[in-house]
């Protein structure tokens, strides 16, 4: 039976977490949440024992390679689940059965009939669940977001966003689409939330990619789509570029301008603005860069410990509440 949920917790109550992906999305995570205050990560769980001890030995945490503990401990408020994609239902099955805060990593679902599933196991449950979209939290592109619903760029005409990256591991699971949905959805599922967060619904998409072409550590996309809006979005995204690389850009231009961020360049985000009633383009302005302390894991790892804290939802992939 799923549980009715807890009380309201105040902002001192202690959080026990178990983290169950001891890789690098786990790791990341599991030092984020250690930061702050009120939380105890009691378990560490991965199939691979000795990476499960070498991240519970940070945590100060019990290392398991068998999770049925976690779901047996009513100690355990909440978990973070960065476990490979197409083992999504044998993990949310029984962590939503035993009632507890869910934090997932993104793509949810593999397909539509795992994400229809996870729809019907999550029909009317009470407790905290997040997908991790961390995009969301990165400064740049909240940013951005806040430029553009603010109108300060006009009516959205254009939308270039780019994430190129290296091969994530030719003998990983990511190697096999079926596992991992190639790179749109492993890699792109960023740009796309982002593009409908920002910019509205999608209503015609061309996509093109080399996910099923064989062609081994190469994947690459083109998105092409028109926008309900009737703004034109063009996406690229690459699992193609050298191992250890990554540059992800944005460029958004409108009626009153243009906004774009690089980030291989030290100039983080620039606004270029056209004035209507003057006729000539404005000086540009430099925003400062973010705080290094500003890191979005750890901003999107306390946003859900405020959700559960406060008994909020979190943030709709629209930017609102839901």
């Known amino acids: 039976m799923k549980s009715e949920g807890c009380e309201q917790l105040n902002s001192s109550a202690q959080i026990s977490f178990a983290v169950l992906g001891a890789g690098n999305m786990g790791r990341r995570l599991a030092k984020s949440l250690r930061a702050f205050d009120g939380v105890l990560i009691k378990y560490v769980y991965s199939r691979n024992l000795s990476q499960a001890q070498n991240l519970a030995d940070i945590c100060g945490a019990t290392a398991l390679d068998d999770p049925r503990t976690?779901?047996?401990d009513?100690?355990?408020?909440?978990?973070?689940?960065?476990?490979?994609?197409?083992?999504?239902?044998?993990?949310?099955?029984?962590?939503?059965?035993?009632?507890?805060?869910?934090?997932?990593?993104?793509?949810?679902?593999?397909?539509?009939?795992?994400a229809d599933e996870i729809q019907t196991l999550l029909s009317g449950y009470s407790q905290t669940f997040m997908v991790g979209q961390v995009l969301r939290f990165f400064w740049e592109y909240s940013k951005i977001r806040g430029k553009v619903v603010a109108g300060e760029i006009g009516d959205v005409?254009?939308?270039?966003?780019?994430?190129?990256?290296?091969?994530?591991?030719?003998?990983?699971?990511?190697?096999?689409?079926?596992?991992?949905?190639?790179?749109?959805?492993?890699?792109?599922?960023h740009d796309l939330d982002f593009l409908r967060w920002t910019c509205g619904e999608v209503k015609q998409i061309y996509a093109k990619a080399l996910t099923f072409s064989h062609l081994g550590t190469q994947d690459y996309a083109l998105l092409n789509m028109k926008m309900e809006s009737g703004a034109l979005g063009h996406i690229?995204?690459?699992?193609?570029?050298?191992?250890?690389?990554?540059?992800?850009?944005?460029?958004?231009?409108?009626?009153?301008?243009?906004?774009?961020?690089?980030?291989?360049?030290?100039?983080?985000?620039?606004?270029?603005?056209?004035?209507?009633?003057?006729?000539?383009?404005?000086?540009?302005?430099?925003?400062?860069?973010?705080?290094?302390?500003?890191d979005p894991y750890a901003n999107e790892v306390g946003h859900f410990l405020d959700c559960i804290r406060s008994r909020k939802n979190p943030r709709h992939p629209r930017g609102t509440t839901h």
């Open 70 to 72: 976690i779901w047996g």
């Open 74 to 114: 009513p100690g355990v408020d909440a978990v973070i689940i960065c476990l490979p994609t197409f083992t999504r239902l044998e993990t949310l099955k029984p962590a939503i059965d035993s009632g507890k805060h869910i934090f997932c990593e993104k793509p949810l679902a593999l397909d539509h009939s795992m």
């Open 157 to 189: 005409g254009t939308i270039r966003l780019s994430r190129r990256v290296g091969y994530p591991g030719k003998n990983s699971w990511f190697a096999d689409p079926a596992k991992s949905g190639g790179v749109i959805l492993d890699l792109l599922i």
């Open 236 to 294: 690229e995204g690459s699992w193609s570029h050298p191992v250890g690389s990554f540059r992800q850009t944005v460029e958004i231009c409108g009626s009153m301008g243009m906004i774009s961020y690089d980030s291989s360049t030290s100039e983080n985000l620039k606004l270029i603005s056209t004035s209507e009633t003057e006729g000539k383009i404005a000086s540009r302005i430099s925003l400062p860069e973010s705080d290094p302390s500003n």
